[in-house]
Structures are given as structure tokens and as C-alpha cells.
């Protein structure tokens, strides 16, 4: 009777085990790939802007820099502000560009919104911006013209 109770046991639980790990099998298959896609995307999101030592540029940094603009090479402008620490940050495609006295471009109603195309081709013809810059984790967000008086 003893033996009875344990096969009974043995068996009840040698079916349980092969259900049980039937979809605990495939659980983790499922989750590892519903894993594997997104974790793709981060690592093409943080190796887009590696700094010079592999890791994200600015990551936390966030300032709202008043000053002299100019272009740093590349993607990236320096704002050297009155008093303090100069800023760089990188230009992006949805960076915001004020300007309000048409040297950057004259186009609508001030402030202009400018592109980030024209921004570069006025910093690299000279053009003396004085502006309030916004970085956020390394990358401009904003870029609004300061007329000085």
C-alpha cells in the first residue's frame, strides 16, 4: 500500500514534470526573443553618438549656455558663454534654431526658424552668433539668438 501511494506520487509527479517544463520551455523562447528585438535597438541608439572613449558623449548633462556660437567640427558647436565653462553640444536634425536679427535666415516671422543646414553655413562664413543654447545630454536642442545691446 505504501508502494501504491508512492508510484501514485512518482507518477502524478513525473507527469507534472513534463507538462510543467513543456511550456516553461516555451516561455523563456518566446521571451528571449521578444527580448532580443528590442535590445537591438538600444545598442544602435548609444553607439550613434560614442564619445572619444566609446561611451555616449554628455550623457546627463544638461545646460542652458548664453554666448558666443561657433562650430567645433563636425556635427558640434561651442558656446563660449561671458563667464564660466564653454559648452559644446551636437546638432541633430530636430535641433530648433531662432534667429531674430536674419543672419542665420530671413524667412517668416521673427524669430525665423532656421535649419540646422543653414545654422552651419552662417557659423562657417563668420557670422557672429550670440545665443542662448540649450544641450541636453550632449546633443542642442535649441539654439535662440540674443540680440546684445
Do not use: W
Not at 10 to 19: D, L, M
Not at 65 to 74: M, P
Not at 80 to 89: L, S, T
Amino acid at each position: 500500500m505504501l508502494s501504491g501511494c508512492s508510484q501514485e506520487t512518482g507518477s502524478s509527479a513525473a507527469s507534472a514534470g513534463p507538462s510543467a517544463s513543456g511550456p516553461s520551455a516555451s516561455e523563456p523562447a518566446s521571451a528571449s526573443s521578444a527580448l532580443s528585438s528590442p535590445a537591438t535597438t538600444p545598442t544602435a541608439t548609444a553607439s550613434a553618438s560614442p564619445g572619444p572613449s566609446g561611451t555616449p558623449a554628455g550623457r546627463g548633462l544638461y545646460a542652458d549656455a548664453v554666448g558666443q556660437v561657433t562650430l567645433a567640427g563636425g556635427e558640434r558647436i561651442r558656446v563660449e558663454p561671458d563667464a564660466g565653462e564653454a559648452v559644446e553640444g551636437e546638432l541633430t536634425r530636430f535641433t530648433v534654431v531662432l534667429d531674430v536679427q536674419g543672419g542665420i535666415c530671413d524667412k517668416g516671422g521673427i524669430p525665423h526658424k532656421c535649419s540646422v543646414a543653414q545654422l552651419k553655413k552662417a557659423l562657417k562664413a563668420d557670422v557672429a552668433l550670440y545665443a542662448k543654447v540649450t544641450v541636453k545630454d550632449g546633443l542642442v536642442t535649441q539654439v535662440e539668438e540674443i540680440v546684445r545691446n
